[in-house]
């Protein structure tokens, strides 16, 4: 409890400083999970008035400015956007939902952005879907231990093993490493091409714009407007 507490008081103030440092020079920082989620989130900020020309030009830089709304934007791995936004290296994050439940960190999760839409799921070989449910210590493999962990445990009251994997993991079930997976669906199509099948849903999936809670306090004014913003450019694609 008391190691708790004492965690907490340095991460605020961790978070204070980093915050600190950073206001002098009055810029927000974006943290954008690199890949596919990157370029759609690019496309919303440019749609929303920001200047993301120099990500567009192909180079291997990490951080990138808008100088004329003090803006910079940094590419990270999809799983450690959480944890950028958490210690405040980054004021504002755009990363999936699954990243978000597996990492769990302390931060605001402001708007599901609504791309980048897909799925959780256990997945397996067609004939287990009526089996599954009954199997005593059920091996599941999967990249996310902690969702799929939770879901056994909280939703289906289930014991099961995990066997945590770092890709690929459609593989798991036809080599006999495990019985089923726990993984993202989106096209379906990594699991037609190798003989398996959606055996149960867990939850839909999709991008969100989440913020540091310092930061939240700090830069309240100029975060509202970009959510504001976000939110009509959201509306917009709806009524489209
Ligand atoms: C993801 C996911 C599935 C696949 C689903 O893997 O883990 O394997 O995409 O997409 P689909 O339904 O459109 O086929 P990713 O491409 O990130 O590669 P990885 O397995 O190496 O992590």
Redesign the pocket.
């Known amino acids: 409890m008391i190691a708790a507490v004492i965690m907490n008081i340095i991460t605020t103030s961790m978070t204070a400083a980093v915050i600190k440092g950073r206001k002098t020079m009055e810029y927000l920082t974006v943290a954008l999970a690199k890949g596919r989620l990157a370029e759609l989130a690019m496309e919303l900020f440019i749609t929303a008035g920001f200047d993301c020309s120099e990500m567009k030009e192909k180079s291997r830089k990490l951080i990138f400015t808008d100088e004329a709304h003090k803006m910079k934007f940094i590419l990270v791995k999809a799983s450690d956007v959480p944890t950028y936004v958490e210690y405040g290296a980054a004021d504002i994050g755009i990363v999936g939902k699954d990243t978000l439940l597996e990492e769990h960190k302390n931060l605001y999760e402001m708007i599901n952005l609504g791309f980048g839409a897909c799925r959780m799921a256990v997945c397996g070989p067609p004939e287990m879907k009526e089996r599954f449910s009954s199997i005593n210590n059920l091996k599941v493999a999967s990249?996310y231990p902690r969702i799929a962990q939770q879901f056994f445990r909280d939703e289906k009251g289930q014991t099961i093993e995990i066997i945590k994997l770092n890709?690929?993991?459609?593989l798991a079930p036809l080599v006999g490493l495990s019985d089923v997976i726990v993984?993202?669906?989106?096209?379906?199509?990594?699991?037609e091409e190798n003989g398996l099948a959606v055996l149960e849903e867990i939850c839909p999936l999709s991008a969100w714009f989440v913020v540091n809670k310092v930061s939240m306090k700090i830069q309240t004014e100029r975060i509202m407007q970009i959510v504001e913003r976000f939110k009509a450019e959201i509306q917009k694609r709806e009524l489209a």
């Not at 890709?167 to 459609?170: I, K, L």
């Not at 993984?183 to 699991?191: A, F, H, R, W």
């Open positions: 990249k890709g690929s993991v459609e993984d993202i669906v989106e096209s379906g199509k990594t699991l």
